[in-house]
T-cell receptor
Framework: LAKTTQPISMDSYEGQEVNITCSHNNIATNDYITWYQQFPSQGPRFIIQGYKTKVTNEVASLFIPADRKSSTLSLPRVSLSDTAVYYC?????????????FGTGTRLTIIP | DTAVSQTPKYLVTQMGNDKSIKCEQNLGHDTMYWYKQDSKKFLKIMFSYNNKELIINETVPNRFSPKSPDKAHLNLHINSLELGDSAVYFCAAVSGREQYFGPGTRLTVT
């Protein structure tokens, strides 16, 4: 069971790059790392997913070192609308993934 | 169109009552989950459901039971509600490794 650890909160100014790290020391071979964003009174929304090295999409990048015991979500040039809670999720893709483990979440606040 | 919807959005009820939360997805995905998010914002999976096969997280009390009348729906029934059941409940439809969450139902037990 891959337990994850994230910083509870982070602050950043608009226009800066923000990096949020998640520790998952017990990650299993079949596990993928997924990041979700959650706004107040909404369900989590998928941001990015990866298995190893680096993944980039239109909104973020995900860096995963070779040992896969941690991962870093990178948000380029953040804006006020990026203020949200960010969750790291570690688990494999199989059905019956009742042991999916979300991290504690990082509350990111963007300052004007 | 909303991919995953839940009703009601808010539910206030008394201890001992039985209630249901409905979830509908129009994505055509085979797998759906129910999550509970407590006051500390921890998200914990409760059930996995795929083509009539149900897998239950062993920590979930048997007062909770999911019911799927068809592929697009996975409803959550809760019997004999307790104060500790107060939380936000999310359903999610799963495609591959990506989950699409509903807007959540805030349940308050008084």
């Amino acid at each position: 069971l891959a337990k994850t650890t994230q910083p509870i909160s982070m602050d950043s100014y608009e226009g800066q790059e923000v990096n949020i790290t998640c520790s998952h020391n017990n990650i299993a071979t079949n596990d993928y790392i997924t990041w979700y964003q959650q706004f107040p009174s909404q369900g989590p929304r998928f941001i990015i997913q990866g298995y190893k090295t680096k993944v980039t999409n239109e909104v973020a990048s995900l860096f995963i070192p070779a040992d896969r015991k941690s991962s870093t979500l990178s948000l380029p040039r953040v804006s006020l609308s990026d203020t949200a809670v960010y969750y790291c999720l570690v688990g494999d893709r199989g059905f019956g993934n009742e042991k999916l483990t979300f991290g504690t979440g990082t509350r990111l606040t963007i300052i004007p | 169109d909303t991919a995953v919807s839940q009703t009601p959005k808010y539910l206030v009820t008394q201890m001992g009552n039985d209630k249901s939360i409905k979830c509908e997805q129009n994505l055509g995905h085979d797998t759906m989950y129910w999550y509970k998010q407590d006051s500390k914002k921890f998200l914990k999976i409760m059930f996995s459901y795929n083509n009539k096969e149900l897998i239950i997280n062993e920590t979930v009390p048997n007062r909770f039971s999911p019911k799927s009348p068809d592929k697009a729906h996975l409803n959550l029934h809760i019997n004999s509600l307790e104060l500790g059941d107060s939380a936000v409940y999310f359903c999610a439809a799963v495609s591959g490794r990506e989950q699409y969450f509903g807007p959540g139902t805030r349940l308050t037990v008084t």
